[in-house]
Each structure stands twice: as C-alpha cells, then as structure tokens.
C-alpha cells in the first residue's frame, strides 16, 4: 500500500513538473512574440527588498510583482502586460526609481506573492527610513527656514526632509494640502498648526504615491479615503506614523499623525496638576475602588493624564488592562486592548470581557454610550478603579452628559470618584522670555478672574501680578512657545456632592458647590501658572474660552 502511495506521488510531482515546464515554454514563446525580457523565477529565493517595493495588495491588484531591485533600478515581473503596468511604471519613475517589464509565468508570480509571507512585520519593514536629529537638512532658526529648504531638496528627499523637519520640531501632525496652484505644508506644533511652505504642485503626486507605498496603501485607488501606517526610527528610537488620505478638489489630502515611543506618556509629577487638585487626586486613585473621569475636547490630553495615574498605579500585583481606540503608547506590565467596532470589539463588549480577567484597574478610552457607562458603574461599585474619558466643556458638566446617557442617578452618584477637566496650553520659550506691562483692561480682566478664587482653594495667589512672553528666537524656531502643559479643575464627590447627584441637581449647582469645597476654574489655574512665567495670559485666554 505504501509502495502505491508513492508511485502516486511521484507521478503527481512528475505531472506538476511537466505542466510547469509547459507553461514556462508558454511565456517563454509569448516573451517572444511581445518583445519582452523573459525570466523563469520559480525555485529561486525571494528578494524581500524587492519585493518592499509594492505592497501585497498593490502586486494583487496590478497582477505584477518586483523581484529585483539594486539602488532605484527595478525588475517587474509581469503575466500579462497591460496599460495598468505602464502606469504602474510610471508613478514609480515619479519615485525616482527606473523600472523594466519582464514576462514571468503564473507560477513564477505565485512564487513571488508567497514571498510577501516571509517578509517582517509592518514596523520592520517600514524601518528602512532611518532620521538622525543631526541631519543639517533638518535644522533651521525659524519654520520660515524650513519651507525654504523643503522647497529646494529633491522629490527622492522631500519625503525624509519633510518627516525629520518635522520630528525635530516636534511635530504631531503633517498636513499635505493640494490648494490650486501650491502645495500648502503645514505642522501642528503644540496643538497649533503652523505655515511651514507652499511648493509646486507638481510634487503633490510623487509625494502620494511614496506615501501610500510606505504605508501599503492602494496606489491606483484616489477617489476614497485611505489609511494606512508605516514606521520609522528617528535617533534610534522608534516612531510610528499614522496616515490619513482624502480625496479634495484638488487632489489627495495627506493628513500623517506622528507618535513618537521616547516621547510617550508622562510621570504624574509632570502633568502640571498642583496644590489642591494634586492632593485630591491623589487620594481618590489610592482607594481600592471607584471611577476617576478625565473631560475635555478631542486633543486637550486626557488620556495622557490616565497613562500618567495608570504608571504611577502599576506595581507588582497589580493586574491593570485598558481598552483604546487606538492603542498610541505601549506601557510596561499592562495589558492594552484595541479596539475593533468592525470584529464587534467595542467599548462596551470589551468592559464585559474585560471583568472576566480579573483586574484590579481597567481604563475605559471613553464612555459614548449608555451600556458602556453603565458597566463601568457597575465595575466601580464591585472593587475595582475605573479610569475613563468623555466630551464635556468642563468637571461639572461630566454628571449631566452621563444622566443624559441614561445612567441612574442612584448608580451614578457612588460610582464615580472625582471628575478632572483639561486643557493643554503651550509654555512660553525658556531661552526669549521676558515681563511685560500688560494693558489696563487685560490686567483688570485677570484680577477679576482671580478675585473670585475661593478661599477653600488654598491657592497663593501674589500681591504683585508679573506677566510674561516670549516674542520668539531660534532656539523656539520664532514661535515663542515650547512644549505644553495642563490646565486643570477638578473636583471629588463629597457627601454632599453625591448628594446633589441623586437629587439631579444642575450643572451650575455642581459647580457652585464644587467651587465652595475648593475647585480652581480652568481659567484659574491657568492664570496662575502664567503668573509664573510658565505660559502666558493669551495663551490661557485661547484654550479656556473666557
């Protein structure tokens, strides 16, 4: 029987080795006939480099794949030559690479998609973008300096010119916008977006198509949205890039989110949060259970401030999981959970399976939905920290936005903890700072804020208000500012404050009671720290609202 089994084998490899020199003869001929290089790729080894080149969905979709590449010279193996190849040629000369068609056999292309199997991950891959802070490419006084060195490098170095200019500027954001006739740069630098060039045009398309290769994304689609992420190293350390396109009127948008793993979350001690509100807090996070809300805007650092509780919780013993959308910053000895709405991993499913593995603290990315805050509660009120997010203008307003949902103001009131809003301000360069004489009515207009600082609060306010600025210099890049900060008011839930809540006292009620227990405004702390010589009053003025 063992003997019939393989005589079957060997006839089947027989039959298998006829058939594909068959077909190489085949694609041998039609080589020929369309006057094309011919090459029989199959059991040779898989240059994965080359093979970087396009991504697995792009080699799908053109039915090619490069299989060799030395410097910018390129072989593209192909079945079947049509005018998409040609255009594919064309986009990759755009990147300043030179590519020559060869005909290749269905096996040998086969061959060549496998190999996309054996290539490294995403951040391996993408790692070939290696950026050191000393490049002189990547140094200016001013962001006016950095348009006009971006303006003169050339399309293969825009890409790189472009990603260290920005990440030595300390960039979050870059945002590429076809408008018109230019090609509008911009960064967002501490929360702000800043002007940095207006450039040809004609360098929008090379730029895309090297972006949406790095970030395996489909060169031929431009008329939905995409995203996509690939990876770099920036002095040795790694950095993610998110990237976001869109299709505009006059062009693909490019929206790339820079998250950078040196630069990640922060200790408690440097959040910025002081005197009374520190002490709270503190207190409130060492109880063995119980909800702790951080509230603000899209972008005003909320979960920084739960990485920075959740690091300074994380001890042996501990078991601390979190749910995020996305993960952004990997933390040490915690287990993060991404989610997935499209795999049916929410929030609020993710909470429940969550309470399954035993936690002693679990962040919750934010609370959108009644089933999702209403667990959460629950998970509170049965021996466990629940640190969570949401979308309020400020601290007492997170009640009202959480009965909204639906939450009983029975579960409610016992749950939560203490509520802290924020906003993020920009602190003025250390190097140009200097006093000011402010005017009559912008000092008139901080005295009065000031004044109305409860007693309760414990704050030390001086008899003498200092103002500063900072009108810019190189070692800030002109912009006057460097880094952020927090601003702050939070408040815990008093006997008296759990009271209200189950009474559905109102958003003014709940402040007016917080701020008599001690509660600095926003605005409050923020003048303060402007008094300082830390940021500065228009700079508090802009984030707060007042």
């Known amino acids: 029987m063992s003997n019939q089994a393989d005589k079957a084998m060997r006839l089947k490899q027989v039959y298998s080795e006829l058939n594909r020199k068959f077909e190489e003869e085949e694609t041998q001929r039609q080589a020929l006939k369309l006057n094309l290089p011919y090459i029989n790729l199959y059991g040779y080894p898989t240059d994965t480099q080359a093979l970087n080149v396009l991504s697995k969905e792009d080699a799908q979709t053109h039915d090619a794949a490069v299989f060799f590449r030395e410097g910018r010279v390129l072989k593209l193996g192909v079945v079947k030559p ?39 991950s995403t951040k391996q891959r993408s790692s070939e973008i290696k950026l050191i802070s000393s490049d002189p490419r990547f140094k200016a006084a001013s962001i006016k300096e950095f348009g006009q060195q971006l303006s003169k490098v050339s399309a293969t170095e825009l890409i790189d010119v472009l990603l260290g200019s920005a990440l030595d500027l300390d960039s979050s954001d870059i945002h590429v916008e076809p408008e018109g006739a230019d090609l509008k740069i911009r960064f967002r630098i501490d929360g702000v977006l800043q002007d940095v060039a207006a450039l040809s045009l004609d360098t929008h398309h090379q730029m895309v198509s090297r972006i949406k290769i790095l970030s ?33 009127a006059y062009g693909e948008s490019i929206v790339m989110r820079i998250l950078r793993q040196d ?26 259970n119980g909800m702790i809300l951080t509230t603000g805007p899209t972008g005003s650092g909320k979960t920084t401030t739960l990485y920075a509780i959740l690091k300074r919780l994380n001890e042996p013993g501990i078991k601390i999981i979190t749910l995020e959308d996305p993960v952004e910053y990997k933390i040490e000895g915690i287990t993060q959970t991404p989610i997935d709405t499209r795999a049916g991993m929410t929030f609020a499913s993710g909470l429940r399976a969550i309470f399954r593995q035993d936690p002693d603290i679990i962040m919750v990315g934010e609370m959108r939905d009644l089933e999702t805050a209403e667990t959460a509660c629950q998970v509170a009120l ?14 007492p307003s997170a009640i009202p936005r959480l009965l909204d949902l639906g939450v009983k103001p029975f579960v409610l009131a016992p749950a939560i ?29 901080v005295e009065m804020i000031l ?27 002109g912009l006057g500012y460097r880094g952020r900060m927090g601003v702050y008011e939070a408040f815990n839930i008093s006997d008296e404050i759990e009271k209200m809540i189950t009474r559905g006292a109102t958003t003014t009620e709940i402040r007016n009671q917080a701020i008599s227990e001690g509660m600095l405004t926003m605005a409050q702390d923020g003048l303060l720290k402007a008094l300082q010589g830390i940021t500065d009053v228009e700079e508090v003025f802009r984030v707060t609202e007042e």
């Open 263 to 288: 630069k990640g979350s922060l200790q408690f001690e440097e959040l910025g949060i002081v005197g009374l509100a520190r002490e709270r807090i503190l207190k409130e996070i060492e109880k063995p």
């Open 216 to 248: 395996k994304m489909k060169l031929n689609i431009t008329t939905t949205p995409q995203d996509g992420s690939f990876g770099l190293t920036f002095n040795q350390s790694q950095v993610d890039v998110r990237v976001s396109v869109l299709p505009s």
């Open 451 to 477: 004044k109305a600082v409860p007693k309760s609060a414990q704050a030390d306010i001086p008899s003498k208000l200092n103002f500063y600025h900072s009108p810019g210099c190189s070692v800030c890049k």
């Open 382 to 395: 049965t021996g466990h920290i629940v640190l969570s997010t949401l979308h309020t203008n400020d601290a």
């Open 82 to 120: 049509s005018p998409s190849h040609q255009q594919l040629i064309k986009e990759l000369k755009e990147l300043d690479y030179t590519a020559e068609i060869y005909l290749i056999s269905h096996s040998s292309l086969q061959h060549l998609f496998g190999g996309y199997n054996v290539l490294l």
């Open 417 to 445: 903890n203490a509520i802290i809003a924020q906003r993020l301000v920009r602190k003025i360069c250390t190097a140009c700072k200097e006093s000011y004489k402010p005017s009559g009515r912008l000092q008139e207009r």
